[in-house]
């Protein structure tokens, strides 16, 4: 088997979190105890790119039990949990020396080029063939795939898609290799993907996108706006995994701080609330009049960064958008404030423009947390060097969490995988019926009792009693 991750000998570490990860994950359990006969994924040649945490584990380790193929890579370069990856490669049957597990090509503190050489192998099967599914978070192996045919056809270099010319740079680089190693390797493999399973808003963005444009390749499952997903995933996933990346960065007292959240999205309600939570004095930026409005009746105060940037202690941007904390702003924080990012991308804080800064000195106080120095003597600690906190500083989102979205991830798999003829190429988002499913899945292991419509009562709404309960627009 190939692979590539840090230490095998983490394994048995991996394997009991795995253990008590699954009792957290009974929606993931559910799916299964329905599907391991039936098998709806036998024949399916999944790539995934996620960050390999331990409930990832419980993903790939859901996937194999439905009958897939898969091989995996995190997309981020820093979120890689090292005893999960020894743990999914060494498999529940196989042993550091021999192991039986799932090809994984990641470990926490790759370099960009690492991370793109990680990609590529995990789009290649040891037969010379790619994958007929990705699962992606972020858009990262979609657009390597795009990309690369995209190059083959026009015999040309693709136009750059990213705001980031080093990081481009490396992907051409890989796309060039790729392609002298095997020419159309790029275009046999955009023909044989059924489908992806997107994660998150960003990579949603890029599919939206490309389907407009007229570009997209295969079809698509926008797995981030299934209501269980991006209402619980984003919004309680990060009001709790921010706090824990601001705990093991820096132990800093949050109570009694001033926070600025900029985005009142999903992530941005969930990182406030966590904030708040703790005590701290929470100011919202937002380019958005709902988002804002929303913001100030929750009782924070919304204003621009430009009117707090030098009295705030702690920032957290949250936007998936690109240049919302700049060099400038960072210059003029004040001594020791925490700059931070959740959101997909590190492009959401300047950090090219601040290394640019002139005498400035970056101090590392610890892997993923460093402080940076101005010439005048005042410096700022920057946590993840930008990329997202949470997963760079802490572990993610824990396992319940997770277990919605990835519950979400499997039957979008599934569906794609086994109804393709449903699904011409586009972006879609899964059933309500399947989203109520999910949350149903969930309901037990918390002792929540739903109360049942009666028939009458069905009928006076216009819903079946067994659902779905809301119609297509409603918002939650
Ligand atoms: P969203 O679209 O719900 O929220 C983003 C908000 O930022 C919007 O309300 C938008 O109006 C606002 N915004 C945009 N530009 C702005 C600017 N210049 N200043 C202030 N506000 C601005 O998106 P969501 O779901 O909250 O996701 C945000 C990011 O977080 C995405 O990149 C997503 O992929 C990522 N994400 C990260 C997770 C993690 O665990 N770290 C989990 C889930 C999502």
């Known amino acids: ?36 006969a039936a098998k709806p994924l036998r024949g399916a040649k999944i790539m995934g790119s996620l960050h390999m945490t331990i409930q990832t584990a419980v993903l790939i380790e859901t996937l194999v039990e439905l009958g897939a193929d ?17 743990a999914v490669v060494v498999g529940k049957d196989g042993a550091a020396d021999d192991p039986k ?50 190059y083959e056809k026009a015999g040309a270099v693709p136009t750059a898609a990213e705001d980031d010319p080093e990081e481009w740079g490396i992907i051409l680089d890989t796309l060039r290799r790729t392609i002298a190693d095997k020419p159309g390797r790029w275009t046999e493999t955009a023909a044989a993907i059924k489908g992806v399973t997107e994660e998150t808003t960003t990579g949603v963005h890029r599919l939206y996108e490309m389907a407009k444009a007229g570009t997209l390749a295969f079809p698509a499952i926008n797995v981030n ?21 601001l705990n093991r960065a820096t132990d800093v007292l949050i109570g009694g701080k001033v926070a600025v959240v900029c985005g009142y999205g999903d992530v941005g309600k969930g990182c406030a609330d966590a904030l708040k939570g703790q005590g701290a004095r929470v100011i919202i930026t937002e380019i958005d009049p709902i988002c804002a409005l929303q913001a100030a009746m929750d009782g924070f105060q919304v204003t621009t960064l430009e009117d707090v940037v030098d009295k705030a202690d702690i920032f957290v941007t949250t936007t998936g958008n690109f240049n919302i904390i700049t060099a400038d702003h960072m210059a003029r924080m004040k001594h020791q404030a925490i700059v931070s990012n959740i959101g997909h991308f590190d492009n959401e804080i300047d950090m090219a423009g601040l290394a640019k800064i002139d005498g400035i000195e970056k101090i590392e106080i610890k892997p993923q947390v460093h402080e940076w120095r101005f010439a005048d003597g005042h410096s700022i600690i920057v946590l993840a060097e930008g990329r997202l906190m949470n997963l760079g500083c802490a572990t993610g989102h824990p396992s319940f969490v997770m277990s919605n979205s990835f519950t979400n991830q499997v039957i979008a798999q599934i569906e794609l995988f086994t109804k393709p003829d449903e699904y011409p190429v586009g972006v879609y988002v899964l059933p309500k019926h399947l989203d109520e499913k999910v949350a149903r899945l969930h309901l037990d292991a918390l002792g929540v009792k739903l109360t049942e419509l009666t028939k009458e009562q069905a009928a006076y709404i216009g819903v079946h009693v067994e659902g779905p309960y809301k119609p297509d627009h409603y918002r939650y």
């Open 1 to 36: 088997m190939d692979y590539k991750v840090a230490d095998l000998s983490l394994a048995d570490f991996g394997r009991r979190e795995i253990r008590l990860a699954e009792h957290e994950m009974p929606g993931l359990m559910a799916v299964r105890e329905e599907y391991s």
């Open 70 to 86: 898969v091989r995996w890579v995190s997309c981020n370069i820093f979120s890689t949990q090292d005893h999960a990856a020894a």
């Open 101 to 150: 597990g799932v090809p994984v090509f990641a470990w926490k503190g790759e370099t960009l080029e690492e991370y793109w050489w990680c990609t590529d192998q995990a789009l290649q099967w040891p037969d010379g063939t790619g994958p007929n599914m990705i699962l992606d978070d972020g858009g990262d192996a979609t657009l390597l795939v795009h990309k690369g045919a995209e």
């Open 225 to 245: 706006d299934s209501v269980t997903k991006s209402k619980f995933d984003n919004k309680y996933g990060c009001r709790h995994s921010v706090i824990d990346g």
